[in-house]
């Protein structure tokens, strides 16, 4: 078994240390929010895993017509580290997001269109993986999977849009945004983008370590194939 | 019907798609198992939900959309699991991939008799729904709202049911998968219909009918781009 490239041990310790730093800076450098308070710190890194989420989303419905196109498992494994990598994100996110919103709108769930759509999303993204363990041929596998990977891609931002729609009609409860961005302090802003650039980095290594684990799970696969045969 | 054997395609795609369909609806009207059984099924959920949320007058009103969508979509994928589990059970599908057809017909004709299975339940249900909560369903703005949605569910419903009555889980799998897609639609038929039903503005309920049209073309172009992906062996 071949060990981890050179380029990706790097990545690992960046990703280490641009965390670390990414947290210093949410908490040092970063205002502390006049209404919220320190709460409003989770903000950052809740944008930031939300960002990622949204990638593997993107990269897998894009990953999920190419396998279509070319058969090559090996863009299968690709989506199948982006559906994996989107869903633990955009849970960090709606976790984190709770937190935040416990204080700032005095519950920790609501129906909010992101919040709801990001709930359907993970819904999508359980059926996913359950449809992938129900079958064995590992090339039907592959089908079904950019099939439902598309079907998701293409229904998740209708939801979204339909949820706004139903949220503009009847008038709002709770304040619907809360990250309106209009007035950011530009040390604030810089933390968030900040925050954003070093998780996708983080986004990139686990991506990589992902795809190398299909890989070898592929590899495994093939030689028990062959010891039954 | 045609003029020659070797008539133009489309209309030997036409017949492809309603020749499926007929089978379809031929065994049915011979078996009556798959209607039978959505039908008993969708009586029950109504008369649950009548304990389940003490449906008194005033509930009603708010409720009715909901309390049909809900029954609609659950009986739905009875009948899309059985339609699609009955050509895999005795072989047909693969039967049916042999016939020198464009697969996407017979998706289409599968298609179209999973939906006359949905039309044939709602046009039954709403009648006795509106009879048992004595509220008047017989509205022509509810009923185009219904026909679209269901056009949407079965859209979905028929290419992910061949999807997962290939699985080893089948029947379990299917509204696992479709739920989560099929929002879009279920979100804007409820809304909708409960528009049509409380008298709405047409400006609030014609988003609504927007967003179903648009699911509607989109998901039929998808299922039709990539049906052949489901069935390839």
Known sequence: ?229 | MNPTPDSPRPSSYLRATLAVAWKDLAAELRSRELLSAMLVFSTLVILIFYFALELDVKARNGITAGALWVTFAFAGTLGLNRSMAIEKDRGCLDGLLLAPVDRSAIYFGKALSNLAFMLIVEIIVLPLYSVMYNINLFNPGLLAVTLLGSIGYTAVGTLLATMSVQTRTRDVLLPILLFPVVIPVLVAAVKASSGYLTGADINEITPWINILIVYNIIFIAVAFMVFDFVVEE
């Open chain 1, 1 to 229: 078994m071949p060990s981890q490239p050179r380029a990706l041990q790097l990545l690992n310790i960046l990703s280490a240390l641009l965390l670390a730093a990414a947290a210093i800076m949410v908490f040092t450098y970063a205002p502390t929010e006049k209404v919220m308070g320190e709460v409003q710190k989770v903000f950052y890194f809740h944008v930031a895993t939300a960002w990622v989420g949204m990638l593997g989303f993107i990269v897998a419905a894009v990953v999920a017509i190419i396998y279509l196109r070319t058969k090559d498992l090996k863009w299968d494994a690709i989506g199948l580290a982006a559906v994996e990598i989107s869903l633990v994100f955009f849970f960090v996110a709606i976790f984190l997001g709770s937190i935040w919103a416990r204080p700032a709108w005095g519950t920790w769930w609501t129906w909010e269109p992101r919040l709801t759509t990001a709930a359907i999303l993970e819904m999508v993204y359980l059926a996913y993986l359950l449809l992938r363990q129900g079958l064995e041929d590992p090339e039907r596998r592959a089908r079904f999977g950019a099939v439902y990977t598309i079907l998701g891609g293409l229904s998740v931002p209708l939801t979204f849009i339909s949820i706004r729609i139903f949220r503009t009609i009847h008038p709002v409860i709770i304040g619907t945004g809360g990250s309106e961005k209009m007035n950011m302090e530009p040390a604030m802003l810089t933390t968030m983008f900040f925050s954003i650039f070093v998780f996708s980095i983080i986004f990139v290594t686990l991506f990589w370590h992902r795809i190398r684990l299909g890989q070898y799970a592929e590899k495994i696969e093939h030689l028990k194939l062959k010891l039954s045969q």
